[in-house]
């Protein structure tokens, strides 16, 4: 072999080793993904009721800044699997003041997956708006 096909062997990226997984503890309700075994991001949510999730945040390990990697896809897709197979009707977050920076791509992303996005006529708090989806 040359030198030029030995390095290009020797410095090609290995895949990554991602996991999805969910952790119950009433009332919270955690999504975490894992990337060559270490966290990355999670999905915050809290169980309100038999029927009801209430999604809090959705966090990114900032110290690695693994943004637009599809973690956040993974994670969302994971989540709603487990909400219909443990019978939930409906879910939902509020839309923060923190995201206004992002916010076109925070909605496409919501809506991506069948959310109905709907901003507030004025700022609630730190909120703007409203994510919802009912899984009926």
């Given at each position: 072999?040359?030198?030029?096909?030995?390095l290009?062997?020797?410095?090609?990226?290995?895949?990554?080793?991602?996991?999805?997984?969910?952790?119950?503890?009433?009332?919270?309700?955690?999504v975490?993904?894992?990337v060559?075994n270490?966290?990355?991001?999670?999905?915050?949510?809290?169980?309100?009721?038999?029927?009801?999730?209430?999604?809090?945040?959705?966090?990114?390990?900032?110290?690695?800044?693994?943004?637009?990697?599809?973690?956040?896809?993974?994670?969302?897709?994971?989540?709603?699997?487990?909400?219909?197979?443990?019978?939930?009707?409906?879910?939902h977050?509020?839309?923060?003041?923190?995201?206004?920076?992002?916010?076109?791509?925070?909605?496409?992303?919501?809506?991506?997956?069948?959310f109905?996005?709907?901003?507030?006529?004025e700022?609630?708090?730190?909120?703007?708006?409203?994510?919802?989806?009912?899984?009926?």
């Open positions: 072999l040359l030198l030029g096909e030995i290009e062997r020797f410095f090609q990226k290995k895949p990554d080793d991602i996991s999805v997984s969910i952790d119950r503890s009433d009332p919270w309700l955690m975490h993904i894992n060559n270490r966290r990355r991001a999670r999905i915050q949510c809290v169980i309100e009721s038999d029927t009801d999730i209430l999604i809090g945040d959705i966090v990114h390990d900032y110290e690695i800044a693994d943004f637009n990697r599809g973690y956040g896809t993974l994670m969302m897709e994971h989540l709603l699997v487990f909400a219909r197979e443990n019978h939930f009707h409906y879910i977050g509020n839309l923060s003041t923190v995201d206004l920076d992002h916010k076109e791509r925070l909605h496409h992303f919501y809506q991506k997956f069948g109905v996005v709907t901003e507030y006529p700022v609630h708090g730190n909120n703007y708006g409203i994510i919802e989806m009912s899984l009926d």
